[in-house]
């Protein structure tokens, strides 16, 4: 299974940004190794917790005291222990391609005192969700379906793995995060806006290199719909760290902007190449380690729907 290369999608569809798994290093690979990303997918889930209590907040409106969550694509499991925290009376299952990334996410839940009903399970999505012993009556995609070749597909063997009256909940979509003021001071002004374009260049030669990848209209509630769900719902939720950001938040951008550096170094503009390789250097002032203005503004988009009873 995999997730982004930087853990979260949300339009950063490139190794900057994902929640998942694979091995993305040298000239825009597409592979990412998520073994290896776990701390920083551990760090960055951590650092958008107050989105993801929102998101999870909402979500406990619309599904009443569920027997059973499974967190469908769970990296390291910060989400999935939260949706423990959320649904005190939940068990929480987390599934995921990567063993190491579930080890993190068990030792995790054996520390905030959730093992007695968290579990986990290795595999493929969506094939191992047929190893469930009982069906769903919550079941959380976070920025994971965009890693699967056919997510219409996908999308309705979610849909056949949960209770009548369970519901499917999507984290797909939302904007760029954005970390940087649009004029430097350095170089061309838009620099953030470069790398998008570089990063949605790489997600899409990420999809299509998928096995079985499948081009789709991205109307997440006409997929849902289609997968044979109803009364579908959407909303997005903000991350919103102000200037100046406080140590945790510039580890984070630091991480991610070393990546898009290793990843597209070879691709970027001259000047912009310069420009990021300054925002890297911890005795530059100019860097993201020492100015004032340094920022994390997030969104991501949740989608929800439900089987019928």
Known sequence: MAHHPHEHQQHEHGP?????HGHAHGS?????????????????????????????AWLGKEVTEPGLIVDAGSGPGVVSCLFAETFPGARVLA???????????????????????????????????????????????????????DQRAALTAFTERLAPGGTLAIMEGGLPSRFLPRDLGLGRPGLEARLDALQEEWFARM???????????????????????????????????????PDRARAYITTSLSRL??????AMDPEDRSVLDRLLDPDDAAGVHRRPDVFVLAAHTVHTAVKPA
């Open 16 to 20: 900057g940004h994902g929640h998942g």
């Open 261 to 266: 550096r290793d990843v597209f170094g070879d």
């Open 95 to 149: 599934v995921d391609g990567s063993e190491p990334l579930l080890e993190r996410a068990g030792a995790r839940a054996a520390r905030l005192g959730y093992a007695d009903r968290f579990g986990t399970l290795a595999g493929e999505l969506p094939g191992v969700l047929d190893e469930l012993d009982y069906p769903a009556d919550l079941l959380w995609a976070g920025r994971s379906l965009h890693h699967l070749g």
């Open 207 to 245: 999809r299509a290199d998928l096995p079985g990848s499948v081009d789709v209209t991205e109307d997440w509630p006409a997929l849902l719909g289609s997968a044979g769900l109803k009364h579908s719902r959407t909303r997005s939720f903000l991350l919103d760290l102000p200037a100046p950001a």
């Open 28 to 56: 825009g690979g597409t592979d990412i190794d998520w073994a290896e990303m776990g701390p920083h997918l551990e760090a960055q889930a951590e650092l958008f917790m107050p989105l993801y209590e929102r998101a999870l």
